[in-house]
């Protein structure tokens, strides 16, 4: 059983960064895909950005140019490094880890980004 632990969230200005943290532990394979979604209340979970084992990244329109993701085979880790902030990216943001055809999710962290 793969548990994630995410760590980085908080609260920000328009403007800042915020670097998110997620370390998985239980896991046995190499992981097909991780990265990160986020979800506002009433809304469904979205895609932020994720990266495949080969590499690929997709990044979704509104993120794109100024969040980046990146992750750390050894340490089964990934992370979502988050400049230029803006207000419309408040939302909880989940680890996502996608392993031996079964999909695994964080606890969520909030990141709140307010003037």
């Known amino acids: 059983q793969v548990q994630l632990v995410e760590s980085g969230g908080g609260s920000v200005q328009p403007g800042g960064s915020l670097r998110l943290s997620c370390q998985a532990s239980g896991s046995t394979v190499n992981p097909t895909l991780m990265g990160w979604y986020r979800q506002t209340p009433g809304k469904e979970r979205e895609v932020v950005a994720v990266?495949?084992?080969?590499?690929?990244?997709v990044t979704s329109n509104p993120v794109t140019g100024r969040f980046t993701v990146s992750r750390d085979n050894a340490k089964n880790a990934v992370y979502l490094q988050m400049n230029d902030l803006k207000p419309e990216d408040t939302a909880v943001y989940y680890c996502n880890h996608v392993e031996a055809g079964r999909t695994y999710w964080g606890q969520g962290t909030q990141v709140t980004v307010s003037s």
């Open positions: 990266i495949y084992d080969n590499g690929m990244i």
